[in-house]
T-cell receptor
Framework: GAVVSQHPSRVICKSGTSVKIECRSL??????MFWYRQFPKQSLMLMAT?????????EQGVEKDKFLINHASLTLSTLTVTSAHPEDSSFYIC???????????????FGAGTRLSVL | DAKTTQPPSMDCAEGRAANLPCNHS???????VYWYRQIHSQGPQYIIH???NNETNEMASLIITEDRKSSTLILPHATLRDTAVYYC????????????FGKGTTLSVSS
């Protein structure tokens, strides 16, 4: 299947700093990418939908000024956690779908995730 | 998107078939059934999906009832590496629509 690469896999930062997470589709182009967050022992929660060349759409309760999303190309989306605090510590996962795969082949692929720990 | 109901946990002996049920009684005619799994501390992995017909691939089989109100994911010969949380998701097959995850079923495969 298609490969979604996410970097870094783990990051530890001090409170108040900003952290950028990259999500790349390696062998396909993605018009739309998705960002999820997962707290321990919980399911994945959709944070936002990232659209290439336009503003992201955020889910209710997700602060768009805190979680900056940029989708500058068909293969790269970035999530920046600004002024991170301990409560932002979580597992962040990106996902993408091949824009050329239509109909029944329209499968959403996931990155390996980024473990963010804010001290 | 239609809601799904899965048992919170299941056990399976290594080498036996694992049958994971999913209820989706409010599914609409153009919604697909997707199955993903998440092994601890990793991103979700796509397994299989279908609309109305039964599907099979190298990982699993998907059995959808005729009325489409429920489905079963079958792992024919479970191994220890199949221990994971399995998610059944019902969704329209539209490009901009994200998968919404429920709580899933934690499958524990033991030797």
């Amino acid at each position: 299947g298609a490969v979604v690469s996410q970097h870094p896999s783990r990051v530890i930062c001090k409170s108040g700093t900003s952290v950028k997470i990259e999500c790349r589709s390696l062998d396909f182009q993605a018009t739309t990418m998705f960002w999820y967050r997962q707290f321990p022992k919980q399911s994945l929660m959709l944070m936002a939908t990232s659209n290439e060349g336009s503003k992201a759409t955020y889910e209710q309760g997700v602060e768009k000024d805190k979680f900056l999303i940029n989708h500058a190309s068909l293969t790269l989306s970035t999530l920046t956690v600004t002024s991170a605090h301990p409560e932002d510590s979580s597992f962040y996962i990106c996902s993408a779908r091949d824009r050329l795969a239509g109909g029944a082949k329209n499968i959403q692929y996931f990155g390996a995730g980024t473990r963010l720990s804010v001290l | 998107d239609a809601k799904t109901t899965q048992p919170p946990s299941m056990d399976c002996a290594e080498g036996r078939a694992a049958n994971l049920p999913c209820n989706h009684s409010t599914i609409s005619g153009n919604e697909y059934v997707y199955w993903y799994r998440q092994i601890h501390s990793q991103g979700p992995q796509y397994i299989i999906h279908g609309l109305k017909n039964n599907e099979t691939n190298e990982m699993a089989s998907l059995i959808i009832t005729e009325d489409r109100k429920s489905s079963t994911l079958i792992l024919p010969h479970a191994t220890l590496r199949d221990t994971a949380v399995y998610y059944c998701i019902v969704r329209l097959n539209q490009a901009g629509t994200a998968l919404i995850f429920g709580k899933g079923t934690t499958l524990s495969v033991s030797s």
